[in-house]
Nanobody
């Protein structure tokens, strides 16, 4: 089992920055991939940024709409995943979720509870 807790969401003005954090606990050694997703009401959850912890997939991958503005990073010592979001836009108002893919015999995904990001003046 893996538990994920996101934090760092809030209200921010357009063009400003915000950093989200996701702390993992439990069987963290079984995590092989982590990522940030977002979902607006009535829409599907979409990938924002992903990170392969095995190193086989190369560097991080980003949604086209956030490239050069968002940065995903991981502090392994703190079991924490970050998402630095710069130049935020009103249309990026969503609930942001952290996901961990784990291998425990079978593949499984774990999700955090989500953190609300509101971009508004």
């Amino acid at each position: 089992q893996v538990q994920l807790v996101e934090s760092g969401g809030g209200l921010v003005q357009p063009g400003r920055s915000l950093r989200l954090s996701c702390v993992a606990s439990g069987s963290t050694s079984s995590i092989y991939t982590m990522g940030w997703y977002r979902q607006a009401p009535g829409h599907q959850r979409e990938l924002v940024a992903g990170l392969d912890l095995s190193g086989r997939a190369g560097g991080p991958n980003y949604a086209a709409s956030v490239k050069r503005r968002f940065t995903i990073a991981r502090d392994a010592a703190k079991s924490t995943l970050y998402l630095q979001m710069n130049s935020l836009k009103p249309e990026e108002t969503d609930v942001y979720y952290c996901k961990a893919g784990v291998i425990q015999g079978l593949l499984a995904d774990y999700w955090g509870q989500g953190t609300q990001v509101t971009v508004s003046s």
